[in-house]
Every structure is written in C-alpha cells, then in structure tokens.
C-alpha cells in the first residue's frame, strides 16, 4: 500500500547533526513533490521544506535556512533531510509527507509517514 | 510570517454541527486558493480531509466541508460524531514558496 516510513531520529546535542531519511513505497515516487513538516511537542505542525520532483527546485522555512538541507534519491524511493547546528526548539517528530497532486503543487499534504522524534538535548 | 490564528477549542454535542476558523492574511488565505485542513487524533500522523479551499479526498466523509471568505477559511463538522473527537489544523500556502499552519483547534465532542 501506500506509504511513507521515516527513520534517524534521536537524540542529540546542541550543535550537533542528524540525518533523517523517508522511504516511499506504493506509489512513483518520482511524481510527487515532497515535504518535511515537524511538531515539537504539545505543539502545532511546522513546515520546515519541500522539493520539486526531480530536487531541482528546494525551499526551506526561514527556521532551518543554512542550517538543514532536504534531498530525494528518486531510485531508491526516499527522501532526506540533513539537520546541522541542532539547537533545542529543533526538538520536534519531524514527519515526511507527500503533495496531494501528480507533478502539481498545492501545497496539501495526503500522505504521512508515522513520524521519527528528534531530541535536541545536552 | 506568523502562523495562521485558529481558536484554541471547539465543541459540540454528538448530530450537532461545529465549525472552526482559520484567519490569515492578504498574503496567504487571501491570495490563493490552497487552504488544507488536517485531523490529528493523539499519537498519529496527520490525515488530511479538506485542500484546495473545499475538496473533500476520497474516503472523507461528506460531513466534512470547507469554506473561505476573505482571509479567513473555515472547517465545518455536521452531524458531530465521537470519532471526530481530535485536533484540526489549517494550512495556506503563503507565497514566497512557503507553506503556514494554524495553532490546531482542539474540538471535543460532549
């Protein structure tokens, strides 16, 4: 079936990096525009960033910009976001999420993975 | 850019019908149409049940229905039911390649 399985989450210390990936399964991967959204706890969803199809095109939230990179691997099915410079209001399950239109971009999200917490902590 | 303003809480006995806000800005709701709204049960990712302003996904039910006025949209439950118990968050595409969500409105079935 459909569905996305992120992975990498954990804890880590301020300043520190931490690599979290999304495998894709179920649907053409390479059709879909893809996001990292996050919620720390208690607390409301966050867009952090998203890429085009083919990873030509990235954006990022004001939040994470020089500090995380977001990249897909259309032949392995998954997706990628490289966090650096952890600090502490990063702590959040960071969920991996895919746009609701073929090759389109409306910036509404139909499909989720269960999410992986990330930990900023010394 | 600040999040979009959603009431913290909603309610509604069970038939009954809730409806909750979502106000941006020129910037964001009042400029596009790709409002989204998302339901949240405790512990589970978000499952979306509203884009584009009033389009419902297949597989949600038609007791769920969206709307815009403005810079605010709105999220109406008719016909209450238990299961609908959970946290519900707008999200407007917001130019500039940037996507907002509201606070989360809590709405409990009494």
């Known amino acids: 079936q459909v569905q996305l399985v992120e992975s990498g989450g954990g804890l880590v210390k301020p300043g520190g990096s931490l690599r979290l990936s999304c495998a894709a399964s179920?649907?053409?991967?390479?059709?879909?525009?893809m996001y990292w959204i996050r919620q720390a706890p208690g607390k409301g969803l966050e867009w952090v960033s998203y890429t085009s199809t083919s990873g030509s095109t990235i954006h990022y939230a004001d939040s994470v910009t020089g500090r995380f990179t977001i990249s897909r691997d259309n032949a392995k099915n998954s997706l990628y976001l490289q966090m650096n410079s952890l600090r502490a209001d990063d702590t959040a399950v960071y969920y991996c999420?895919?746009?609701?239109?073929?090759?389109?971009?409306?910036?509404?999200?139909?499909?989720w993975g269960q999410g992986t917490m990330v930990t900023v902590s010394s | 850019q600040s999040a979009l303003t959603q009431p913290p809480s909603a309610s509604g006995s069970p038939g009954q019908s809730v409806t909750i806000s979502c106000t941006g800005t020129?910037?964001?709701?009042?400029?596009?149409?790709?409002v989204s709204w998302y339901q949240q049960h405790p512990g589970k990712a978000p499952k979306l049940m509203i884009s584009?302003?009033?389009k419902r996904p297949s597989g949600v039910p038609d007791r769920f229905s969206g709307s815009k006025s403005g810079n605010t949209a709105s999220l109406t439950v008719s016909g209450l039911q238990a299961e609908d118990e959970a946290d519900y968050y707008c999200s407007s595409y917001a130019g500039s390649n940037s996507v907002l969500f509201g606070g989360g409105t809590k709405l409990t079935v009494l």
């Open positions: 584009e302003v009033s």
């Open positions: 179920g649907f053409t991967f390479s059709d879909y525009y």
């Open positions: 020129s910037s964001d709701i009042g400029s596009y149409n790709y």
């Open positions: 999420a895919r746009e609701s239109v073929i090759r389109g971009l409306i910036s509404a999200f139909d499909i």
